[in-house]
């Protein structure tokens, strides 16, 4: 999404113990974009991504650990695999990328991108009336 949304819609069902076992989550920013998600850890579904776009679209299986994704073009069909780094080391490849942000400034990390997230997901706990013991 080009921006953090403006609207989130979400609701959850809880485990016995407490656990946010299934939810859905729906955002949509200023520019119209939405993004739909849906979570649960009753049912075994995949760990896929998919980001619809006007040309075509984008698919990450095993996501958030893929190690390569696949672009359709909408046109003719076309696909191509983009294939990058190794599922294993995908937190590591996070602690480096923070570890040379913080030494050094450089690095990947966004933290408006960071914030807008936080806040998002702070908005979707709010909503499901979740609270951690500190709060």
């Given at each position: 999404?080009?921006?953090?949304?403006?609207?989130?819609?979400t609701t959850a069902n809880y485990f016995e113990t407490?656990?946010?076992?299934?939810?859905?989550i729906i955002l949509k920013?200023?520019?119209?974009e939405m993004a739909v998600i849906a979570?649960?850890?009753?049912a075994k579904q995949p760990k896929r991504g998919v980001v619809a776009c006007e040309k075509?679209?984008?698919?990450?299986?095993?996501y958030p650990r893929a190690d390569k994704a696949k672009i359709v073009w909408s046109e003719d069909g076309r696909e191509e695999i983009i294939e990058a780094g190794a599922s294993e080391d995908a937190l590591l490849y996070e602690?480096?990328?923070?570890?040379?942000?913080?030494l050094n400034g450089t690095g990947e990390k966004n933290l408006g991108l960071v914030r807008d997230?936080?806040?998002?997901?702070?908005?979707?706990?709010?909503?499901?009336?979740?609270?951690?013991p500190f709060e």
């Open positions: 999404m080009q921006s953090k949304p403006d609207v989130i819609l407490g656990v946010d076992e299934t939810s859905g920013n200023p520019e119209g979570l649960t850890m009753r075509g679209y984008i698919e990450v299986d095993v602690a480096q990328d923070m570890e040379d942000y913080i997230v936080m806040a998002t997901l702070s908005s979707v706990r709010d909503q499901w009336g979740m609270k951690y």
